[in-house]
């Protein structure tokens, strides 16, 4: 399964992004989904993540009440809506999908290639 990752940018501090993520090669409707950014000099992080149902969904404490994370498996499309975008939410953002639903890095066997935002104060 390879990802797409889109919809990075520059963006003011207070400002919205809605990035997408999107398979080529199959579907992904079973599998579960996940967000991670990864900032210069730090490690990769989860931001959120989306169960094959969406019945189940986990944000870092970070983000939580400023970004949603969700799906459409109709559309084959993941996506993560930014709100009131902070400096220190800049980073390459890459979405992946796990056979099962984890929170782990390691977890997660197949990546998109990341997209950058920017976020000024």
């Known amino acids: 399964v390879q990802l797409q990752a889109s919809g990075g940018g520059l963006v003011q501090a207070g400002g919205s992004l809605r990035l997408s993520c999107t398979p080529s090669g199959r579907t992904f409707s079973s599998y579960a989904m996940g967000w991670f950014r990864q900032a210069p000099g730090k490690e990769r992080d989860i931001v959120a993540a989306?169960?094959?149902?969406?019945?189940?969904?986990y944000y870092t404490d970070s983000v939580k009440g400023r970004f949603t994370i969700s799906r459409d498996n109709a559309k084959n499309t993941l996506y993560l809506q930014m709100n009131s975008l902070k400096p220190e939410d800049t980073a390459v953002y890459y979405c992946a999908a796990a056979r099962v639903y984890e929170l782990g890095t390691k977890d997660y066997h197949y990546w998109g290639q990341g997209t950058l935002v920017t976020v000024s104060s």
């Open positions: 989306i169960s094959w149902s969406g019945g189940r969904i």
